[in-house]
């Protein structure tokens, strides 16, 4: 306890100043196709072509990364480094890194280890914050100064060059990311202790709270804070939602013969939620950072999912875990990534999220019901719980962006039968609903529902599962997605 204690009180004092942020992008090529749909291929990125790699991938702000440092094979050993990060590791239990045992990590010359000084800044960036980017520039040979994200954060630079350079991580890296994190979180430690884990822990960062691991159906709050899932929420008919304005947000389901809109206010502030819906027992969480709502069906011959948000996050999205096993999920690829569900190779059934406003929602769908303004908690719920937080950018590390979108446009992704992801921009899609066009690419049509979009096999008809999300979230999880264009 006491460990955690300390490691918490150093957390805090960062948690705040790295909240404030940071897919390598392809060109495209487009053309047209009958009934005036228009359709967009992938132009593969040339690595022969040599300006293009001098001017390396560019963030979201639109800095340009240096190059990337040349780093070992992932299997080659550095016993001074290791000797150095064991030193930090015990020295943790009892307050800050041992700066000796940090100046001899530096001295190791591992780009790789890196990884391991990106998670130090993120829990110690006061006292500490210059060696250890001293030490990141050292161990890297590039300098972060000119990143106008390092007047910001420190973690959140150091992080999205490592992001962007893809550097390998050295054998050990998940055992001694491990004996940082779960100091602060001890419930985590079965992420970690998952040897067979697919889950790249490069990309793991600390999202500011600790794990929702209460028991289904419990409305308090956590007692160490955390982002509290809402479980089988009190909702009422549309005349009952009628406190809530016609222009905001919802997140729309349709099951069977039922519809549930979910107000953006109340995702914004649950980011979780196990309900039933149409006879289907549904997970549906919402990444804030991602701007993305999902709805998984948790339905199983055995015990159901009980799906929790971690407060860990991984390239900027939403660590999901299910509670009864212990198993962490990949949220945009739907696949089990840790614990037993991952031994079983277990991939969720996904359905679609349609964001639509309040007014559009209810009037396709009159017989919708909407949560209940308490969420049937009791709790009041600000309209505007974030205050415009995400507005200039991601404000947690990406590193490179996708550079055929900008970062935080919203795109409708589907993945399509053969399992090709496809990301159809939704301002664009509606310009083109506007002129009379269809909206097609790969046997994916795109269309209306309200004032949102929903997708459709061409051929049969058929609802094809889709949700919006935002361009660096969707393309950094489907680096290889075909992007639609008029």
């Given amino acids: 306890m006491q460990q955690r204690v300390i490691a918490l009180g150093t957390v805090v004092a960062l948690a705040l100043a790295a909240c404030d942020s940071g897919g390598d992008g392809s060109d495209v090529s487009s053309g047209d196709d009958a009934g005036n749909s228009r359709t967009a291929e992938v132009e593969e990125p040339n690595p022969d072509d040599a300006e293009a790699v001098d001017a390396g991938p ?34 943790l ?111 793991v960062s600390w ?42 947000i919802v997140f729309g389901i349709a099951m069977g013969d039922e519809a549930l809109a979910i107000p ?10 196990n309900l039933t819906l149409g006879g289907e027992r549904l997970a ?7 701007g993305s709502a999902q709805a998984f069906v948790t339905d199983r011959p055995a015990e159901e999912l009980v799906m929790r948000t971690s407060g860990l996050l991984s390239r900027s999205n ?17 696949e089990a990534v840790t614990g037993p569900l991952l031994d079983e190779g277990v991939v969720l059934d996904e359905a679609t999220v349609v964001r639509s406003t309040w007014a559009e929602w209810k009037r396709e769908h009159p017989d919708t019901r909407i949560i209940a303004q308490d969420g049937g908690v009791g709790r009041s719920y600000d309209l505007d719980p974030l205050g415009g937080r995400d507005d200039d950018g991601p404000i947690f590390p990406v590193g490179d962006v996708d550079p055929r979108l900008e970062a935080q446009e919203f795109v409708v992704g589907v993945i399509a039968d053969d399992g090709t992801p496809i990301a159809f921009p939704s301002e664009e899609a509606s310009a083109a609903f506007n002129a009379g066009d269809t909206v097609v690419l790969e046997g994916v049509e795109l269309r209306e529902s309200g ?6 096999d ?26 639609w264009a008029r």
């Fill in 318 to 334: 939403k660590v999901m875990y299910d509670l009864v096993s212990e198993s962490v999920f990949d949220t945009f690829t739907r």
């Fill in 284 to 290: 549906i969480p919402y990444c804030t950072l991602c």
């Fill in 264 to 273: 953006l206010n109340i995702a914004e502030i649950h980011e979780m939620f």
């Fill in 207 to 248: 999202g500011g709270v600790l794990i929702d691991d209460r028991p289904l159906g419990d409305p308090d709050p956590c007692p160490g804070g955390c982002i509290p899932s809402l479980d089988d929420p009190a909702t009422t008919d549309a005349d009952g939602g009628d406190w809530y304005a016609d222009d905001r």
């Fill in 451 to 456: 004032d949102g979009l929903v997708a459709f």
């Fill in 93 to 203: 239990a009892v307050g800050a890194p041992d700066a000796s045992a940090v100046d001899a990590l530096a001295e190791s010359g591992d780009p790789r280890h890196a990884w391991f000084v990106t998670d130090l800044l993120r829990f110690f960036g006061s006292g500490e914050d210059e060696q250890l980017v001293d030490t990141f520039e050292t161990l890297t040979g590039e300098s972060i100064a000119a990143d106008p994200t390092l007047g910001r954060s420190s973690w959140l630079s150091a992080t999205n060059h490592m992001i962007a350079w893809d550097t390998p991580a050295y054998a050990e890296y998940r055992t001694d990311k491990g004996g940082i994190f779960t100091l602060l979180e001890t419930a985590w430690s079965p992420f970690f202790d998952d040897e067979d884990a697919t889950i790249d822990w490069r990309l």
């Fill in 58 to 91: 560019a963030s979201a702000s639109g800095y340009v990364f240096p190059p990337p440092p040349e780093s070992p094979e992932e299997s080659a050993p550095n016993p001074e480094a290791e000797e150095a990060i064991d030193r930090i590791v015990t020295s």
């Fill in 458 to 483: 061409s051929a049969t008809g058929d609802e094809v599962p889709a949700h919006e999300a935002f361009w660096f979230a969707w393309s950094q999880f489907h680096p290889d997605t075909l992007l």
